[in-house]
């Protein structure tokens, strides 16, 4: 059986992937606070019995935590925050979350 067109799909499933992500990171880049996110593509290999096929894969996603910038925006209610893995927490009757 010819894989080529399976091999083909694959990789255009990866370009379409990496486009979507793209273009929400391009929709939200002048939201504050945003956090692109950045894909992970590896191969996948299948040895066959006559041939080694190669298929793309995308098996994650993660968000880049570089810090922006912070500016004042004068308004009392927005906060902001910085140093290494800087989140906030709330108290919650379940706990700190």
């Known amino acids: ?5 399976y091999i083909t799909l694959s ?4 370009v379409f ?14 939201t504050p ?5 950045k894909l992970m593509f590896s191969d996948y290999l299948v040895q066959d019995k006559k041939q080694k096929d190669a298929y793309a ?5 993660w968000r880049d935590t570089t810090p922006g910038s912070i500016r004042s925006t004068g308004n009392p209610f927005d906060l902001a925050i910085s140093g290494p893995n800087a989140y906030f ?7 700190v979350r």
């Open 11 to 14: 990789r255009q499933l990866g």
């Open 89 to 95: 927490q709330i108290q919650t009757p379940l706990g």
């Open 1 to 5: 059986m010819d894989n080529s067109i």
């Open 57 to 61: 894969n995308d098996p994650t996603s």
């Open 33 to 37: 606070g945003y956090q692109a996110e």
């Open 17 to 30: 992937r990496d486009l979507e992500v793209t273009a929400n990171n391009i929709a939200n880049m002048n």
